[in-house]
């Protein structure tokens, strides 16, 4: 089954434990993107990539870093973890990077919790 | 800048009745437009979008979309709503950027749909 799967579903953890959030997708797409959701906010894109090695900055970049070190995974990694990041994460990935008809196929989610 | 507005937090509706959830645009250029459907503890599923052509766009589960060029909004529609298609609702703006395709999300509608 093509899909975007997340790990983990999940996490409550204390303020600057490091942590990493795994996305892997098994349909070969270029482009993936990390999102977090917050009420009223809809979803903003914290990083993408749009191939191996090939990483940038999205709308709200600060305190994540990511990698891109194979085609079909892309971790969130949360150096320093602070409350202010307490959200729902969602990865996302999509079969080309040129601007394309197609939408995207998400992940399941990661509910992330840092007190 | 681009932008996507719903400008409905929640929408409700007796279950057998229509349902319209609003949604208005703004990109330079010909949008591709998107509605994506989140079910509880589920990630984003893709509903329907709108490339090109016909204004009145079908997709998944009876919903429908209506593209209105002079009026930049794609509002989703149903004829009958379903109890179970109470849930959270995304509109979604592609635009080129740097050569990849990015989706802007709006904010949200919850749709409860009552008995």
């Known amino acids: 089954e093509a899909q975007v799967t997340q790990n983990p579903r999940y996490l409550i953890t204390v303020t600057g434990k490091k942590l990493t959030v795994t996305c892997s997708q098994n349909?070969?797409?270029?482009?993936m993107s990390w999102y977090r959701q917050d009420p009223g906010l809809g979803l903003r894109q914290i990083y993408y990539s749009m191939n191996v090695e090939v990483t940038d900055k999205g709308d709200v970049p600060e305190g994540y870093k990511v990698s891109r070190k194979e085609k079909r995974n892309f971790p969130l990694i949360l150096e320093s973890p602070s409350p202010n990041q307490t959200s729902l994460y969602f990865c996302a990935s999509s079969p080309s990077r040129a601007r394309s008809p197609d939408g995207y196929t998400f992940g399941s989610g990661t509910r992330l919790t840092v007190v | 800048a681009q932008s996507v507005a719903q400008p409905e937090d929640q929408v409700n509706v007796a279950e057998g009745n229509p349902l319209t959830v609003k949604c208005t645009y703004s990109?330079?250029?010909?949008?591709?437009l998107f509605w994506y459907v989140q079910y509880p503890n589920r990630g984003l599923q893709f509903l329907l979008k709108?490339?090109?052509?016909?204004?009145l766009v079908k997709g998944s589960y009876g919903f429908e979309a209506e593209f209105n060029k002079s009026q930049t909004s794609f509002h989703l529609k149903k004829p009958s709503a379903l109890v179970s298609d109470s849930a959270l609702y995304f509109c979604?703006?592609?635009?080129?950027?740097?050569?990849?395709?990015?989706?802007?999300f709006g904010a949200g509608t919850r749709l409860a749909v009552h008995p």
């Open positions: 990109v330079s250029g010909n949008p591709y």
């Open positions: 349909m070969n797409h270029e482009y």
């Open positions: 979604a703006v592609s635009r080129n950027s740097g050569g990849y395709n990015k989706l802007i």
């Open positions: 709108y490339i090109t052509g016909d204004n």
